[in-house]
């Protein structure tokens, strides 16, 4: 992991603006492979939006080199309702394709924010569970049953938590894709969020195209 786990406040200037704006829009069903349901990517509803977005996003990490760099990424706002998607979510990794994610809060129960862990063992079983999970997060009627219950213990039960952050409307969670990460509890209220994904940052127009990344440095610290 090359990404700090990071928590920024107040982070949209026009909040109400934008929850707003993201309560307008069409959301679409989970294809399974996570609860709830997600907008279009936001690229393609608002590219300015997305831009100016997921500009200050990385201005977060490269404060001296954001105005030089390019990135991938997409953005979707997300609403999970607790009476469709009850109890906590599968503790998981994004992608391995990419290199960190934040998730925005708008609206929810507080206490419906996102946890991080670590194994408790050596190895870890990571992919025993996922065709149950796709399965019952497009068919959430399952979730219902023994065989998601059990299948949610019985992979979660391999972690221990490290943090947690509350989901304080117009706050954000900035963390390493590497990161085991879940919601452990889904609250009372639906919840609205805004997540980011990012596969690459990197910059453009200076001859060292080099980045310095925050927990890399730290490593090489002597103390």
């Given at each position: 992991?090359?990404?700090?786990?990071i928590?920024?406040?107040?982070?949209?200037k026009?909040?109400?603006?934008?929850?707003?704006w993201?309560?307008?829009?069409?959301?679409?069903p989970?294809e399974?492979?996570?609860?709830g349901?997600?907008?279009?990517p936001i690229?393609?509803?608002?590219?300015?939006f997305?831009?100016?977005?997921?500009r200050?996003?990385?201005?977060?990490?490269?404060?001296?080199d954001?105005?030089?760099?390019s990135?991938c990424?997409?953005?979707q706002?997300?609403?999970?309702?607790p009476?469709?998607?009850?109890g906590?979510?599968?503790?998981?990794?994004?992608?391995?394709?990419?290199?960190?994610?934040?998730?925005?809060?708008?609206?929810g129960d507080?206490?419906?924010?996102?946890s991080?862990?670590?194994?408790?063992g050596?190895s870890?079983?990571?992919?025993?569970?996922?065709?149950i999970?796709?399965?019952?997060?497009?068919?959430?009627e399952?979730m219902?049953?023994?065989?998601f219950?059990?299948?949610?213990?019985?992979?979660n039960?391999?972690?221990?938590?490290?943090?947690?952050?509350?989901?304080?409307?117009n706050?954000?969670?900035?963390?390493?894709?590497?990161?085991d990460?879940g919601?452990?509890?889904?609250?009372?209220?639906?919840r609205?969020?805004?997540v980011s994904?990012?596969?690459?940052?990197?910059?453009?127009?200076?001859e060292?195209?080099?980045?310095?990344?925050?927990?890399?440095?730290?490593?090489?610290?002597?103390?």
């Amino acid at each position: 992991m090359i990404y700090p786990t990071i928590r920024i406040d107040n982070f949209f200037k026009r909040f109400d603006k934008v929850k707003e704006w993201a309560n307008s829009l069409e959301y679409l069903p989970s294809e399974g492979n996570y609860p709830g349901c997600r907008t279009r990517p936001i690229h393609e509803i608002d590219p300015l939006f997305f831009q100016n977005t997921t500009r200050k996003i990385v201005a977060i990490l490269f404060p001296n080199d954001y105005v030089d760099m390019s990135w991938c990424a997409t953005i979707q706002f997300q609403k999970t309702d607790p009476k469709i998607y009850p109890g906590p979510g599968f503790i998981h990794q994004d992608q391995h394709k990419l290199e960190f994610a934040t998730i925005l809060y708008l609206d929810g129960d507080v206490e419906a924010g996102t946890s991080f862990y670590r194994p408790k063992g050596i190895s870890v079983d990571r992919d025993s569970h996922v065709t149950i999970k796709n399965k019952c997060y497009k068919n959430p009627e399952l979730m219902k049953t023994d065989e998601f219950k059990q299948a949610i213990h019985k992979h979660n039960n391999q972690f221990e938590e490290l943090s947690y952050c509350n989901a304080i409307p117009n706050s954000m969670v900035l963390f390493d894709t590497g990161v085991d990460h879940g919601a452990k509890d889904s609250g009372t209220k639906e919840r609205l969020t805004m997540v980011s994904f990012f596969g690459f940052a990197k910059r453009d127009k200076q001859e060292d195209k080099s980045l310095k990344y925050p927990l890399i440095e730290l490593a090489r610290c002597s103390t």
